[in-house]
């Protein structure tokens, strides 16, 4: 926080007042993964992922200029985030297995990524090549992402007498 002097830029010299400004800003998004895969071989792969992440910021100035001048500014910002993993393999995954898994989950990621950008078409052919994955049998993945953002601005100004 500072506090001076000197009179803030957003008021004129008209005599004796109060004033107030301020702007608030959030933020927060969720994003949410589950993928369940079986192998050729009958193996069974279950991951889960959530990310969490939520901001505010401030913005904040005050003036009282009646028999002397005062004024305050401030800001600030807070954030936090958070991370939720889950891995469960039943069975035995085999070398070629693994590295088909590591693919699945690279083509997914860029499927996942074209269908944010619109390109949703470009996305359901990123997500069909899992066809070249040999050891792949079958997959079902889910992904789902939420963004809330908010703004809020005000000003109060009052003459004293």
Do not use: C
Not at 38 to 54: F, Q
């Amino acid at each position: 926080m500072q506090v001076t002097n000197a009179p803030a830029p957003w008021y004129a010299d008209s005599g004796p007042l109060a004033a107030i400004e301020g702007v608030q800003q959030s933020s927060r998004s969720q994003t949410s993964l589950r993928l369940t895969l079986t192998t050729e071989d009958g193996d069974r792969v279950t991951l889960s992922a959530d990310v969490t992440s939520a901001s505010e910021s401030f913005d904040y100035a005050s003036i009282v200029r009646a028999q002397g001048q005062a004024a305050v500014e401030a800001s600030g910002r807070t954030t936090e985030s958070s991370i939720q993993v889950a891995l469960n393999v039943e069975g035995d995954l085999s070398q070629q297995e693994r590295a088909d898994i590591r693919k699945l989950a690279a083509l997914l990621a860029r499927s996942a990524h074209e269908a944010e950008r619109g390109h949703l078409s470009q996305a359901l052919r990123t997500a069909a090549r899992f066809t070249e994955l040999d050891s792949i049998a079958a997959f079902n993945f889910s992904y789902e992402r939420q963004v809330e953002h908010a703004q809020r601005a005000y000003q109060q100004i009052a003459q004293l007498n």
